[in-house]
């Protein structure tokens, strides 16, 4: 099995519920669950946030009314006592429910820091297959080059559709509910 396809070798000891009651560090840390297990992200840098912005804006400007874009504080519960806060989701539509049900959903945006580990960075895209979200974005970057790969979910497995270097130039996302193009610089 590839580092890619890896699932955690066994479920830690905390819930979902336990989670929920658990007060978030602050500071701009994110302590999420994957498989059971605390993870501690650390707070996002000033470029990281730009990002998450700028892809907000565009997926606001592109869908319609009735679907629903947020922010880092809603997090997408999942059977196997995952609890996730993506940089951004696309849902079916606006809702105060805590947590965000996976099946409304449509598109989660990951947005890669230096501090985020290889092993959550699997589990993650593990753990948003598993739970059924059709559409991934995973953005990273580094001092000089930014680069966006959107997938599709293919029965739990990630098909990549993009591979787009992010600059001043539009590119056309197509692993999105409809393709899209949009400028993230």
Avoid: C
């Amino acid at each position: 099995m590839s580092l890619a396809h890896a699932v955690p070798a066994a479920l830690g000891p905390h819930t979902v519920s336990e989670w929920h009651e658990m007060p978030q560090p602050g500071n701009g840390r994110r302590l999420e669950l994957l498989a059971g297990w605390l993870i501690m992200s650390p707070a996002p840098t000033r470029r990281h946030q730009r990002i998450g912005d700028l892809v907000r804006t565009v997926l606001e400007d592109t869908f319609p009314e009735n679907l629903a874009v947020t922010a880092a504080a809603v997090d997408v519960s999942t059977p196997r006592r995952d609890g996730l806060i993506p940089d951004v989701m696309l849902m079916t539509h606006d809702t105060d429910d805590d947590p965000a049900r996976a099946e409304d959903v449509l598109l989660v945006v990951e947005v890669w820091s230096d501090g985020n580990t290889a092993r959550e960075r699997v589990e993650k895209r593990h753990a948003y297959a598993t739970a059924g979200i059709p559409f991934l974005w995973e953005i990273t970057f580094d001092a000089t080059t930014a680069e966006l790969v959107g997938q599709r979910n293919d029965h739990g497995r990630w098909l990549e559709l993009d591979r787009l270097p992010l600059g001043p130039d539009p590119i056309a996302v197509t692993a999105a509910p409809k393709p899209l193009t949009l400028v993230l610089t």
